[in-house]
């Protein structure tokens, strides 16, 4: 259990600093367009201590959730401006150009993005990671049903580390000469597609049965007749009834290693694969959020949580202090590159009041500048925020309902990896 409570604050603590690395990317690019930032903070409400260092007060605040900078001029009502002198109001953040701008809004997902990247290095280069080639061969093999062959039938009882003697039977699929590689394309005259259909299929199959099961082997098919042994398996009642197994699971390719550990100079060119591997699943995971509300919910009201449901700084620091616990230290820091890499693709959502949402409003304001100047029309000027609040509040809402869901079901149903 210290263990745990340790991984627990560890990974609350990682965040807190991610996020305030964040902050600081704003304020590092801010100073080096010569923008004038009054404050830097880590936390919120009542101030415990800051110091004063040139323009800028730094510090730290009660609540340790987050942080912030102030960059004055980022929006058009900053009240800070109206006490400058003529020399400062020139480095407001408004009249410098756009695309400095953009780099100090893109900053925060930017540090996040090095952060991970580093991260990641570190790990493919001098410690391994589980081989990201293996994962995608394993997901191949379950979309085309292809299989490795078990040697032998195994006790009701077997662990995980179970190996075969010379004495055990031989299971079913070995015996009738399935081979390792082999993709099944049906059992019992149903067709089989993937490895879900394959289960479905000999879930229906009776015990000690004869049946048939075909298969893809260098581009012909072949049947073979076999007959499925009984495996008592424990239901979720607590029952135990016999089922029907061939002795086969998914195809493990034996030539792909299993750990990336490429060495500095080699890693640095698998992370540069594997981030845009996590890049794309990123996306895939923001496209595929709405999808997971309603799961979501009714794992809140006893339904199952599943692992793909999305997690609260709650839930994930919690699985912090599962793999802390369990000394599991590389999926820790596995963890944190994939929260880093997610925080830095969502703030840059082109909606208010994320870092996306200002970056947005800065380019539409100079297309509308040129719109205009092209047509002989007066400079729009700056967009009216005010007139933009009630969007901000509506997407305020919405973010805020969805971490109040996920926090909730982090308490109530939260995810577990080890059992």
Known sequence: MPAYITGVILFALAILISISLHEFGHLLTA???????????????????????????????????????????????DEEEEGLDEKDKKRVFWRKPLWQRSIVLAAGSITH??????????????????????????????????ISVAECIPPDDATSDFTCSSTDEPTPARTAGLEDGDEITAVDGQNVSDWNSLLAVVGDLEPNEPTTVEVERDGERTTFDLTPYAAEVQTTDGSV???????????????????????????????????????????????????????????????????????????????????????????????????????????????????????????YEKARSWVATRFGKPDPGRVDYYKLMPLTYVVLIVLGGFMLLTITADIVNPITIFN
């Open 241 to 363: 009834e016999e089922v029907a197994r061939l002795g086969v699971s998914v195809y493990v390719d034996p030539t792909i290693d299993p750990v990336m550990e490429s060495g500095p100079v080699a890693g640095f060119a698998d992370t540069v694969g594997y981030t845009g591997d996590m890049f794309q699943q990123t996306f895939i995971a923001l496209k595929d959020l709405p999808k997971k509300i309603a799961p979501l919910w009714d794992s809140i009201f006893g339904g199952e949580r599943g692992e793909d449901t999305p997690v609260s700084v709650v839930g994930a620091s919690r699985l912090g202090g599962e793999m802390v616990e369990h000394d599991q230290w590389v999926m820790f820091f596995m963890l944190l590159v994939v929260l880093n890499y997610f925080i830095g693709v969502f703030n840059l959502l082109p909606l208010l009041p994320l870092d996306g949402g200002h970056i947005a409003i800065a380019w």
């Open 31 to 77: 100073k080096a367009f010569k923008i004038k930032a009054s404050r830097y903070f880590v936390g919120f409400g009542p101030t415990i201590w800051s110091f004063q260092k040139g323009e800028t007060e730094y510090g730290l605040k009660a609540i340790p959730l987050g942080g912030f900078v102030k960059i004055i001029g980022m929006t058009p009502d």
């Open 113 to 146: 993005f090095i952060l991970a990247f580093v991260i990641l290095w570190v790990l493919i280069s001098f410690v391994g990671i589980a081989n990201p080639a293996l994962a995608k061969s394993v997901e191949n093999a379950r979309d085309t049903a292809t």
